[in-house]
Each structure stands twice: as C-alpha cells, then as structure tokens.
C-alpha cells in the first residue's frame, strides 16, 4: 500500500459499491490486517467465503483494494490488499445533480450509522479493555465559531496529525513491535450547524 495516498470517490459506481455495510466492514477489515485472504475475512466478519469473495471482487472493480502478494498458506486463496490509505468524497463533487447528492447523503447516512455502531459497541465491550486502554479511549465534541475556510485549515492539520500517527502505527508493525498495540478508531465530523 502507498503512503499517505487518499482516493477521493467521485464517480457514483465506486460510491455505491463502498455504501454497502458488508463492504464497510471487510475494507477496515482488510485495511487493518494490510493484507488477507477472503477466509481470513470472513472469520473476522462472521460471513460466509463466498459472499465475502463476492464483494471483494466488487471492491476490486472499483479499483478500493487489489490483488496483493500471497502470504502465507497453500496459494490457492487470492490476497488482498487497499490501494490506498484514505477514501474520502467531497460535498462539492455530488451536488450538481439531485440523484447524485440523495446517493451521496444515503452513503453518508451509511457510514455514521456504523461508527456510531462502533462507538456503542465499544461502550458495552470497555470492561473487557485494560485500564490503561480504557483511560486512553476518549470521546470529546468541541464547538467552534469558524468561517468555511477555517474549517478547511482545521480538516488539513486533522488530516495531517492523523497521518503522523497512522505513520508511526505502521513502522512499529513493520518493524514487528506489535506488544500493546491494539487497532483503534478515530472518528471526525467538522460541520456547520444552527441552535
């Protein structure tokens, strides 16, 4: 996988071959383990292999993830890997026709419905954590009066402080300083809004 490479949807094919829920879950699947094979995937999502190897060959197509390097096993399984390290869309490539935004706003609607999903989940599962997880998991909303263009500066330097971790993240895999680690989320939405 490239560094720090972002692939900005917008085509409306690609947009819905990643709103489906099952796609969701085995492309962070897959994003977390670096590579793996539609079993391993399907062990980690409690589906079945076909239906997993169904909708990689659909995550392929859209040029999400591809083919990568077998790993380890017999080599008859196909591996894959992300093409990238972000997928992100932009308001202002849905907007200049309403089918294109409703498709946009219910992919959306996707995506926060499995975080906040994740958050829940996290919440009724944080006994099982270690103290030192639990104190380092946090959960915090900021308010702001900023103009459009703030905004924007504020999403870059996120985006930027996120890829210093995920970097770091990734070296000490590599280098296979994998004690103590453990995969974690970090959710953001920046947004305007009236009270």
Same mark, same amino acid.
């Given at each position: ?7 900005r +949807?917008?085509?409306? !094919?690609?947009?819905?071959? &990643? ?5 969701? *879950? ?6 977390m383990?670096?590579?793996? %094979?539609?079993?391993?995937?399907? !062990? *980690? ?6 239906? +997993? =190897? ?5 995550? =392929?197509?859209?040029r ?7 790993? =380890?096993g !017999?080599?008859? $399984?196909r591996w ?9 869309t932009? @308001? ?9 935004a ?7 609607? +996707? ?12 919440l ?6 270690? @103290?030192?997880?639990?104190?380092? =998991? ?14 924007q $500066?504020?999403?870059?330097? &996120? !985006? ?12 000490a895999?590599?280098?296979? $300083? %994998? ?5 974690? +989320? &970090? ?7 009236? %009270?």
């Amino acid at each position: 996988m490239a560094a720090e490479k972002n692939h900005r +949807v917008k085509d409306i !094919d690609t947009l819905k071959a &990643l709103g489906h829920p099952l796609r969701i *879950k085995l492309y962070r699947a897959l994003f977390m383990a670096g590579t793996a %094979t539609a079993s391993q995937l399907a !062990d *980690k999502v409690d589906e079945p292999v076909s239906l +997993v =190897s169904y909708h990689l060959r659909k995550l =392929s197509a859209h040029r999400i993830i591809e083919e990568a390097e077998p790993g =380890s096993g !017999d080599g008859r $399984e196909r591996w894959w890997r992300p093409v990238s390290t972000t997928i992100s869309t932009r @308001d202002e490539d849905w907007r200049e026709a309403p089918e294109r935004a409703a498709v946009h706003a219910a992919v959306s609607r +996707v995506y926060a419905r499995q975080r906040y999903e994740m958050y829940e989940e996290h919440l009724d599962t944080r006994d099982a954590w270690s @103290d030192d997880w639990r104190g380092a =998991s946090f959960s915090s909303e900021y308010l702001f009066t900023l103009t459009a263009e703030e905004l924007q $500066e504020l999403g870059r330097e &996120l !985006d930027e402080l996120v890829a210093k971790w995920r970097e770091r993240g990734t070296a000490a895999r590599e280098a296979g $300083e %994998t004690q103590g680690r453990e995969n974690v +989320v &970090l959710h953001v939405n920046g947004f305007p809004f009236r %009270t």
